[in-house]
């Protein structure tokens, strides 16, 4: 069995910062690409941000230049710091992971149970 643990959502002003983590716990041989999406009221879910085992990155246009993304494989744990925060960044943050359990065996796609981030003065 195979857990995300996402931690760090609130409530911030606009133009301030948060941290999110999200940590992977259970039956893991190696985690492959992580990354973070986002689902705003009445919207879909969208992408925010990726990283693979190698540590090429990948942004949503509209986060470039104020969120970066960042892991720590030997605590199997991605983070993602949101800076200059924008009402438009209010929605529920989720962590995905592409993760292979045992050696030989497929690589399934694993999702956190998201955490609320809210941009409001």
């Known amino acids: 069995q195979v857990r995300l643990e996402e931690s760090g959502g609130g409530l911030v002003q606009p133009g301030g910062s948060l941290r999110l983590s999200c940590a992977a716990s259970?039956?893991?041989?190696?985690?492959?690409?992580m990354g973070w999406y986002r689902q705003a009221p009445g919207k879909q879910r969208e992408l925010v941000a990726t990283?693979?085992?190698?540590?090429?990155?990948n942004y949503a246009d509209s986060v470039k230049g104020r969120f970066t993304i960042s892991r720590d494989n030997a605590k199997n744990t991605v983070y993602l710091q949101m800076s200059s925060l924008k009402p438009e960044d209010t929605a529920v943050y989720y962590c995905?992971?592409?993760?292979?359990?045992?050696?030989?065996?497929?690589?399934?796609?694993?999702w956190g149970q998201g955490t609320q981030v809210t941009v409001s003065s």
């Open positions: 995905n992971a592409e993760i292979r359990r045992t050696f030989g065996a497929a690589k399934y796609n694993y």
């Open positions: 990283i693979t085992l190698g540590g090429m990155l």
């Open positions: 259970g039956s893991i041989f190696t985690i492959y690409d």
